[in-house]
């Protein structure tokens, strides 16, 4: 597995949102550890049980939290990822879409610069199966195993995890990278990710259309991936 698992703290920025409410309570119920919500002027009140602050740094202090999950509107997700970064969250997912691709460059920019790490925007999120779900990946049809899947589609996430559950292969991690030109973690950096992971025994690279970055995956892969690898490219 990588970047999550069931030990996790999790925070969500926009957690009293209509969109936030939902997903909080759809991760809770999954079993991830969300130990807090971030709302300015909400703090001290309570979302499905869970703590609301003000601040992303007192959601921090009084939860020990490392990772954040956002879902703020477009113009706000550069202010809350700095307030992230600056708390010290070490792993933002980015669920938001429609973010202005000069923010997106600030922020991957930024993350960067602290060693973090960005999934997304305009993605449905990470999950290791059975252990963690962050976003608005639907929990049921993953199933605890070893393959590792990186995904730049949606729907084509949620289509070929449940044809890998029906088949009985289990999935490490997977991940949701987004589909917008400018984004955080990529699939170089995922296969990397995966390829140095002992739990993880095969890896899934599902692509779309447009850019030169399945290709570039496919250059990297051959020249450094010794595990099974496969692709599929939608579109």
Known sequence: MILVDKNTKVIVQGA?????????????????????????????????????????KEAVD??????????????YVLDAGYEALDAGIELIVLITEGVPPQDTAKLVAAVKARGAKLVGPNCPGVITP?????????????????????????????????????AGHGQSTCVGIGGDPVKGLNFIELLDLFRSDPETHAILVIGEIGGTDEEAAAAHARRHVRKPAVASIAG
């Open 130 to 166: 059975g252990q963690s779900l962050l976003g608005i990946l639907p929990g049921n049809i993953f199933k605890e195993g070893s393959v590792g899947m990186i995904s730049r589609s949606g729907t084509l996430t949620y289509e070929i995890a449940l044809a890998l559950t029906e």
């Open 16 to 56: 009293t949102g209509k969109m936030g409410s939902t997903h909080t309570k759809r991760m809770l119920d999954y079993g991830t550890k969300i130990v807090g919500g971030v709302t300015p002027g909400k703090g001290g009140t309570k979302i499905h049980g869970v703590p609301v602050f003000d601040a992303v």
């Open 62 to 75: 009084a939860t020990g939290a490392t990772t954040s999950v956002i879902f703020v509107p477009p113009y």
